[in-house]
């Protein structure tokens, strides 16, 4: 069973969002205030009245009318400029699920209708009224509509959802540990060596308060003389202290209970367990999470590691989440993030959009892009844009129309720094490095704060070295007459090709074996006059044996900003 859209109209400040594409991961954005949190509820709400029934409308002790189970409150949920002109209005709300083929099955089973359709349920809250009613593609439309506690039965049975608000203190998540281990526990009610313990903690306990109870009548009857006894009992109290005591103690380098932690721990602990204790109590059921602001309390490092994960659960199970953090934007495709504003909701239609709305500024040149081309220096910018327009037209086209930026690092050492910030951009990175210690480091270094990933990376490598760079892959001859020219000594290929090095330290060997001096600033200006010569060059400069990482490259980004 998978959710496919959902609706809602006059629900607090939301007045109406109509078939929202719900997605494998569901992303609302907006200003605050304008009902990110009320979406959120709605959509809870909706799955609570489906999954676990209704059973009356009671009024709260302030008076108010409250659909049991339901948690809606007509006075505080139906808009209030709303309320006095229109007594009898009503919060309405449509979700669409698909069914498997055995859930279809099922299905008729329990209302003998032949879904051949998506099922579409109507859920209305008015002052004092449920409506209920199913929308499918059939004559048999009338057979449902009476069939509330049926399907409510049939949704439940076949989806398992959880809910992590904003707010996820150390009590919210030891309340999580408690119902597992209650579970976990109960096994034991059935083992006589366990209830013959029980009994005997009992004996213990049973002459105490006797006695207690004695006392608290005595104590009683004074102000209620028409009190005949008082017992206290613990048989059944005993069980759940046992089963509902505990403490959750997190060794991260030093082991301290869980309420002694800090907020961020604290906060994706309970997000953890409580997705764990979705798919413990499963069973084989469809799940969903629903998680508000999971960014609260947490430093960028691990909304990283936050947004990956999320990503993967959303592989699995479908996922529903209010965010404030442009970390946590799905980039790859816009039409996930549903911008709330201005008492109405609707998918984005352009990363410039989202920016806009969480308030994200940039570049001129990054208006229109949400894809990004990390490589180290200038120099690898000017060979890159050769080969594209020599291998690739689609890429160049990208880069025009500025939906693909090149960007340099100034230094393999400055990728994980390069990457959070386009991250907090909402862009993409793509990243090309030389396959050497620092491009090797600075890659490791960036994964390990789950900034990027091996598919998000392409390293300019030979099989004959070691270590290489992105000037190893381009023919010799294409630039030896510029180093002649400019440094007054001419280089012999065979030779050169012979050393087995990275091409910097090459040159830097050769250099001095011509009595030509050598540091950093010299070989970035060299680097810059072979980029120059190869994008003037009138022939193929990328040496076809070493061809395949450019490739590879060209692959991969045309793969993910086409989606093929």
């Known amino acids: 069973m998978k959710i496919i859209s959902f609706s809602i109209s006059n629900y607090r400040s939301i007045y109406e969002a109509n078939q929202l594409t719900v997605s494998d991961k569901t992303i609302l954005i907006g200003p605050n205030n304008e009902g990110k949190s009320n979406m959120l509820h709605g959509f809870i709400l909706t799955l609570n009245a ?9 009024r709260t002790y302030l008076g108010r009318r409250k659909f049991s189970d339901a948690e809606y409150i007509w006075e505080r949920d139906y808009p209030l400029q709303f309320q006095e002109g229109n007594p009898n209005g009503a919060s309405e709300f449509k979700i669409e699920f698909e069914l498997s083929e055995d859930e279809k099955k099922e299905f008729q089973n329990i209302t003998n209708v032949n879904l051949n359709s998506n099922l579409i349920i109507h859920l209305k809250f008015s002052l004092e009224k449920f409506g209920f009613s199913a929308i499918i593609k059939s ?13 409510s039965e049939f949704i439940g049975k076949n989806l398992s959802f959880q809910y992590i608000p904003a707010v996820r203190t150390s009590v919210y998540t030891e309340s999580i540990v408690e119902r597992m281990v209650a579970d976990e526990l109960s096994v034991l009610d059935d083992n006589p060596e366990y209830n013959t313990l029980l009994n005997k903690i009992k004996k213990f306990q049973d002459p105490i308060l006797k006695d207690l109870s004695k006392k608290l009548k005595e104590s009683i009857s004074e102000f209620v003389p028409d009190v005949i006894d008082i017992k206290i009992d613990t048989e059944d109290t005993l069980r759940r202290a046992i089963r509902y005591s505990s403490n959750v103690i997190i060794n991260d380098g030093i082991a301290t209970n869980l309420d002694q932690k800090g907020d961020g721990i604290k906060s994706l602990v309970a997000i953890s367990l409580a997705k764990h204790m979705t798919s ?8 969903i999470m629903a998680l508000e602001e999971p960014e609260s309390h947490l430093h960028p490092g691990a909304i990283h590691r936050l947004s990956n ?8 199970q479908q996922v529903f989440v209010t965010t404030h953090s442009p970390l946590l934007i799905d980039r790859m495709d816009i039409n996930k993030n549903i911008i709330v504003n201005k008492n109405n909701a609707r998918p984005a239609k352009s990363i410039e959009e989202i920016r806009n709305i969480i308030g994200v500024n940039v570049s001129d040149n990054l208006i229109n892009s949400s894809w990004v081309l990390l490589v180290e220096g200038e120099s690898d910018k000017i060979i890159l844009m050769k080969w594209f327009s020599e291998y690739s037209k689609k890429i160049i086209e990208l880069i025009l129309k ?26 993409n990175s793509f990243i090309f490095l ?3 210690e620092c491009g090797l480091k600075s890659f490791e270094k960036a994964r390990s704060k789950a900034l990027c990933d091996y598919n998000d ?3 300019a490598s030979t099989l004959n070295k070691k270590y290489s760079e992105i000037e190893d892959l381009i023919k010799p001859e294409i630039y030896f007459d510029v180093i002649q020219n400019k440094f007054g000594f001419s280089i012999n290929v065979s030779k050169f090709n012979k050393i087995k090095k990275a091409w910097s330290e090459k040159m830097s060997q050769i250099f001095r074996k011509n009595g030509k001096p050598w540091n950093d600033s010299i070989e970035k200006e060299l680097k810059i006059l072979v980029a120059n010569a190869v994008k003037d060059a009138d022939e193929p400069s990328l040496i076809e044996a070493y061809k395949q990482p450019i490739d590879n490259l060209i692959k991969l980004i045309i793969q993910k900003l086409y989606n093929k």
């Open 434 to 436: 030389d396959n050497d």
């Open 402 to 427: 500025a939906y693909l930026v090149i960007d340099t690092l100034n230094g393999g050492t400055n990728l994980s720094y390069k990457i959070s910030q386009y991250r907090n951009m909402l862009c």
């Open 139 to 151: 004559r048999a439309k009338q057979k449902l509509e009476g069939m509330y506690e049926q399907i």
């Open 309 to 316: 994960v999320l990503t993967e659960i959303s592989s699995r």
């Open 280 to 287: 413990y109590r499963s069973k084989g059921k469809s799940l």
């Open 50 to 58: 489906l999954c676990y029934g209704l059973t009356r409308v009671r």
């Open 457 to 459: 990376v392409v390293f």
